[in-house]
């Protein structure tokens, strides 16, 4: 009975955690950019590396998230010299 009791709390911790930390990683992207710029993919350059080169400063996840809303992107295949729309964030 005590290791059922054990385990539903954890799971409830490990849920509640999922809740309130999965908006941290965004929380230090601004919810629309104020401008946009077009760049274009480099050879061997993921979405995690465009984040990096656009945005070091800011968490990945969030340029991602808005590289892929603005380009209406449904996977993370990029091709070389693929022209995006990104967040202009200077």
Known sequence: MGALL??????????????????LQDAGTPASPAA??????RSGESLTALAARI???LPAAGVIA??????????????VG???VVPDYR
């Open 6 to 23: 054990v385990g539903g709390a954890l799971a409830a911790m490990v849920w509640l955690m999922a809740i309130v930390g999965g908006g």
């Open 36 to 41: 946009t710029e077009v760049v274009y993919v």
């Open 55 to 57: 945005a070091p400063e």
């Open 66 to 79: 808005q590289v892929r809303a603005l380009n209406s992107l449904e996977s993370s295949g990029l091709r």
């Open 82 to 84: 693929q022209a995006l």
